[in-house]
């Protein structure tokens, strides 16, 4: 990765979803530009930029640049940035990290809401998929490489891949997931195979790390709008990259929320919300890791004591996976978890937050990927920003962030963590309410029994031993040993 400027100052604008960050922008655009600054505002989602615009003071001359708005985002973007055509240009997320980073000499880059900064891909390839892999890569020491004189190869099928995905009469031989992970190979990133699984397939991943920190670099200035910054992934990042903060000029006033809230965990204290925790079945008072036909799941008996509780039409954010088939339709608004932008529902008082947010397998593995490489835990960031975070938005989307409102909202959370955050964070005054989680069902903590194996691996990993060989040596499952390997460094550092 390019090395970028130590100590690049970052301005944040930090403050409660609802609290008119970005208004605060829009009442200074005027004058910025009037003082002949050049201005390249960054939003998350189309949506968001459409809103963004509908606000925007008139008279104000300005150029939309993504993909709604121009066939070839990129080349659009870096014309009108090296140019200077417009002085002031909106865009998304995805657009600006993707533009070469010395573009941004001499703007001021503004991005409303944090971007994401690194991800982890991981597929699980069948033997045939993983041999159209091998034509242009090879294994080595659990990691795959582009074959040597086989580069030209890559760009070649991405291409092709790419122009039948665009609706070109041609014949690509690569899936969307392999085409992605060529993707990671060319552009060098960190890809990994492991072991066979018992169906016979292998997961290949990779460890995608954002160039936005290039990007702040080469910017003139650079603030952030958001409501949670230290932390989160992005925190975790910016110390990685030397990265300092001051306060945002954008930064509004903001005096708390005034509605009276209670906050309801479904999960008994103590325990994460997770999916094999509420995806288990109580058909006739007994748990079962595979539900059958007409059976329902725990999340369903969870979702229907929540709702002999709400009032109005709730908010609802649940995973994909959660279908509620039987939810009689109009009974709740359902929402995209990643809420940032919805704004439609603030005169409903009720939220119910049935997702989850914790590492995956393959999460953990490429979490445990960057510990080694720097030599810090990132998974208490990964959790903020996938989990917490999220959680924080959604409730926020309720009357909560109308300061007329004086009727009680309830939020319905998944569990102690996200009741405890709301609280740290903006909700100071809330209540937490223990009494549904007493009465909804949730599958047994399999992991309350202390594991006796668990001393000699901690003694395995003071001694630097790979889980490899740990999981040889004792027994112990590797994803066991890797959230173990979390908990011991976290108590190393303590």
Not at 231 to 243: L, P, W
Not at 323 to 339: E, N, T
Not at 475 to 482: A, I, M, P, S
Request: glycine residues 6%.
């Amino acid at each position: 990765m390019t090395s970028i400027v130590q100590n690049k100052v970052i301005h944040t604008a930090v403050s409660a979803p609802g609290a008119g960050k970005t208004q605060a922008l829009i009442s200074q655009i005027s004058y910025l530009l009037s003082a002949g600054r050049a201005i390249v505002i960054a939003l998350p989602t189309l949506n968001l930029t459409d809103s963004f615009v509908s606000r925007l003071p008139s008279g104000i001359s300005y150029c939309v640049i993504n993909s709604s708005t121009c066939d070839h985002v990129g080349s659009e973007l870096m014309t009108t940035l090296k140019r200077k055509t417009s002085h002031l240009i909106i865009t998304t997320h995805q657009s600006i990290f993707a533009v070469r980073a010395d573009m941004l000499k001499g703007w001021m880059l503004i991005i409303d809401e944090l971007p994401p900064v690194v991800d982890f891909p991981a597929f699980p390839f069948e033997p045939s998929e993983l041999a159209q892999l091998f034509v242009n890569a090879v294994e080595q020491d659990g990691r795959l490489h582009i074959r040597e004189g086989c580069a030209g190869a890559i760009e070649t099928s991405l291409a092709t891949f790419k122009a039948v995905s665009a609706g070109a009469e041609r014949t690509s031989m690569l899936s969307k997931e392999g085409a992605r992970i060529y993707e990671c190979l060319k552009d060098g990133h960190p890809v990994f195979i492991d072991s066979e699984i018992p169906n016979g397939n292998r997961y290949v991943r990779s460890v995608v790390e954002s160039n936005c920190w290039n990007t702040f670099a080469a910017a003139e200035e650079v603030h952030v709008l958001a409501a949670t910054i230290i932390g989160s992934q992005f925190d975790d990042f910016a110390q990685v990259h030397g990265v300092i903060y001051e306060k945002s000029d954008f930064t509004p006033a903001f005096e708390g929320y005034t509605s009276p809230v209670t906050i309801h965990p479904v999960m008994p204290k103590g325990r994460n919300y997770s999916k094999s925790a509420v995806t288990m079945t109580t058909h006739d008072g007994s748990s079962t890791d595979q539900p059958k036909q007409g059976q329902l799941l725990v999340i369903d008996d969870t979702l229907k004591a929540v709702l002999q509780r709400t009032t109005g039409t709730p908010l609802l954010f649940s995973n994909n996976w959660a279908g509620f088939r039987w939810l009689p339709r109009g009974a709740v608004h359902r929402c995209s978890i990643d809420s940032r932008g919805l704004n439609e529902y603030q005169g409903e008082t009720d939220a119910i937050l049935l997702f989850g947010g914790n590492p995956s397998p393959s999460d953990q593995l490429a979490l445990e990927f960057l510990a080694t490489k720097y030599g810090r835990v990132f998974r208490q960031g990964f959790i903020v920003t996938r989990f917490l975070e999220p959680s924080l938005q959604a409730a926020t989307r309720t009357a909560v962030r109308d300061r007329s409102n004086i009727k009680p909202i309830q939020l319905f959370v998944q569990d102690g963590r996200v009741a405890e955050y709301l609280v740290s964070t903006y909700m100071p005054d809330a209540v937490i309410d223990w009494n549904l989680s007493e009465i909804c069902p949730v599958g047994e903590d399999r992991r309350t029994t202390v594991d006796a194996r668990r001393i000699q691996v901690c003694e395995l990993f003071a001694q630097g031993k790979k889980n490899a060989e740990i999981a040889r040596l004792t027994g112990v499952h590797r994803n066991t040993l890797l959230s173990w390997r979390e908990d011991w460094r976290v108590g190393q550092v303590a």
